[in-house]
């Protein structure tokens, strides 16, 4: 199969936006291929997925329900995340666009590089959304924002069909006007002073924009990050001297957490703090940001 040339490719980008949407997506855009070639290090650009690519299709999906915010930590800890949602409209319109424009499309694989590591992806769907112009770092650890979703969990698609590019967002919603207030009154914005770990740090400009921004990636993922949890505790258990060390290494009340996890599937298994975000006047109060919000706003419309 090849590149189908006769294709209306402005009729097809919108038939493509027009699927996700449906699909439920909240915002979708397509990423310049040239720039994200040029920015994302070698073995982890879209040609090092799809040779021929010539279009990145990035959507996103919204993040937790209002009600979320409130629930305490451990709570929130079982809920997981709104991102295989985005992964199964992703990997629809990977068949859509096959099946219409008879072009090849992929489902752009969020998962690790089995070479570098759990922590380092195959791709980032992070920076096809924000050249996609569908989301913009925030302080928080690089968390993408939305200025009308606030949150969003995001997925991509790699086709050989040629669409055209849009821009990146020309204004960064963070911070918000309360959060400059707050870094102005104390030297930190919510993120950064409610994060449990203290991962966050960073520095707003004069003209209330982001100048600076530190994100102690390790300090997080030691708290929230279970990639390495199980087989650490396995690892405790088999140097364990005598029995009862052994017992109490496998059923640690933490370490039960982790048992019970994997028994029910849970969502919830892995990279679980939401703190940043709960406090974040964007991903909380967003106009769009949860499904109150779009209901209201659409009974309005």
Same mark, same amino acid.
């Given at each position: 199969?090849?590149?189908?040339?006769?294709?209306?490719?402005?009729?097809?980008?919108q038939?493509?936006?027009?699927?996700?949407?449906?699909?439920?997506?909240?915002?979708?855009?397509?990423?310049?291929?040239?720039?994200?070639?040029?920015?994302a290090?070698?073995?982890?650009?879209?040609s090092?997925?799809?040779p021929?690519?010539?279009?990145?299709?990035?959507?996103?999906?919204?993040?937790?329900?209002?009600?979320?915010? @409130?629930?305490?930590?451990?709570?929130?800890?079982?809920?997981?995340?709104?991102?295989?949602?985005?992964?199964?409209?992703?990997?629809?319109a990977?068949?859509?666009?096959?099946?219409?424009?008879?072009?090849?499309?992929?489902? #752009?694989?969020?998962?690790?590089?089995?070479?570098?590591?759990?922590?380092?992806?195959?791709?980032?769907?992070?920076? /096809?959304?924000?050249v996609?112009?569908?989301?913009a770092?925030?302080?928080?650890? %690089?968390?993408?924002? /939305? +200025?009308?979703?606030?949150?969003?969990?995001?997925? @991509?698609?790699?086709?050989?069909?040629?669409?055209? +590019?849009?821009?990146?967002?020309?204004?960064?919603?963070?911070?918000? +006007?309360?959060?400059?207030?707050?870094?102005?009154?104390?030297?930190?914005?919510?993120?950064?002073?409610?994060?449990?770990?203290q991962?966050?740090?960073? /520095?707003?400009?004069?003209?209330?924009?982001?100048?600076?921004? /530190?994100? %102690?990636?390790?300090? #997080?993922?030691?708290?929230?990050?279970?990639?390495?949890?199980?087989?650490?505790?396995?690892?405790?258990?088999?140097?364990?001297?005598?029995?009862?060390?052994?017992? %109490?290494?496998?059923?640690?009340?933490?370490?039960?957490?982790?048992?019970?996890?994997?028994?029910?599937?849970s969502?919830g298994?892995?990279?679980?703090?939401?703190?940043?975000?709960?406090? #974040?006047?964007?991903?909380?109060?967003?106009?769009?940001? %949860? +499904?109150?919000?779009?209901?209201?706003?659409?009974?309005?419309?």
């Amino acid at each position: 199969m090849t590149g189908n040339n006769s294709v209306d490719a402005k009729e097809a980008k919108q038939a493509i936006l027009d699927y996700c949407l449906r699909k439920g997506a909240l915002a979708v855009g397509v990423a310049d291929v040239d720039a994200l070639e040029r920015i994302a290090p070698a073995g982890h650009r879209p040609s090092d997925i799809m040779p021929k690519v010539k279009s990145v299709i990035s959507i996103g999906v919204g993040g937790q329900t209002q009600g979320a915010w @409130s629930v305490p930590a451990k709570a929130m800890g079982y809920f997981g995340s709104t991102e295989s949602r985005a992964y199964t409209i992703a990997y629809g319109a990977a068949f859509f666009i096959e099946g219409r424009y008879q072009t090849p499309a992929i489902y #752009c694989p969020p998962d690790m590089d089995n070479e570098k590591g759990p922590r380092v992806p195959l791709q980032s769907l992070k920076l /096809h959304a924000e050249v996609a112009g569908i989301g913009a770092r925030s302080l928080a650890g %690089d968390i993408l924002l /939305h +200025p009308d979703f606030g949150y969003m969990y995001f997925a @991509s698609i790699f086709t050989e069909l040629a669409l055209a +590019p849009d821009q990146p967002m020309a204004e960064n919603p963070c911070p918000a +006007p309360s959060c400059v207030s707050m870094y102005r009154s104390i030297g930190r914005t919510p993120c950064q002073k409610f994060c449990p770990v203290q991962c966050l740090s960073g /520095h707003i400009d004069e003209d209330g924009r982001q100048a600076e921004m /530190h994100y %102690d990636m390790a300090a #997080c993922a030691e708290m929230s990050q279970q990639y390495e949890a199980v087989p650490a505790v396995l690892a405790k258990a088999m140097a364990a001297e005598d029995t009862q060390s052994r017992e %109490d290494a496998l059923f640690d009340p933490d370490n039960k957490m982790l048992w019970y996890k994997m028994s029910v599937g849970s969502g919830g298994l892995l990279a679980q703090c939401f703190e940043c975000m709960r406090v #974040c006047p964007i991903a909380t109060q967003s106009p769009l940001a %949860d +499904p109150i919000r779009r209901a209201k706003a659409k009974s309005e419309a």
